[in-house]
């Protein structure tokens, strides 16, 4: 069956910087758009960062635009989120999201084309 594993998430101090991977297995990894999202205590999820299958396309929500950066590497199915200058607001649990259309990153604006999910690593980011 289809498995997205996060790994990469702590606590950090505000300005620091953590890396998180998500593995994927049973799946073409190439077949997907991936994603991450994230949902603080009390409020929605929301997508954060996606990349289309090539990563020719990327999307970031404008809160985390020149501070994160996603990638991937089809060779080890393996995505990438690095989160730098962290502030706070960015503690939430982060979640790894697999759409199958993969030339759009419109999977990130609307968590309806999500067709799996992870089980989510947490970030904590202390003032």
């Known amino acids: 069956q289809v498995q997205l594993v996060e790994s990469g998430g702590g606590l950090v101090q505000a300005g620091g910087s953590l890396r998180l991977s998500c593995t994927a297995s049973g799946l073409t990894f190439t077949s997907y758009t991936m994603g991450w999202f994230r949902q603080a205590p009390g409020k929605g999820r929301e997508g954060v960062s996606c990349i289309t299958w090539s990563g020719s396309v990327t999307y970031y929500t404008d809160s985390v635009k020149g501070r994160f950066t996603v990638s991937r590497d089809n060779h080890k199915n393996t995505l990438y989120l690095q989160m730098d200058s962290l502030k706070p607001e960015d503690s939430a649990m982060y979640y790894c999201?697999?759409?199958?259309?993969?030339?759009?990153?419109?999977?990130?604006?609307?968590?309806?084309?999500?067709?799996?999910w992870g089980q989510g690593t947490q970030v904590t980011v202390s003032s």
């Open positions: 999201a697999a759409d199958d259309m993969r030339y759009t990153t419109q999977m990130c604006q609307n968590e309806a084309l999500v067709n799996y």
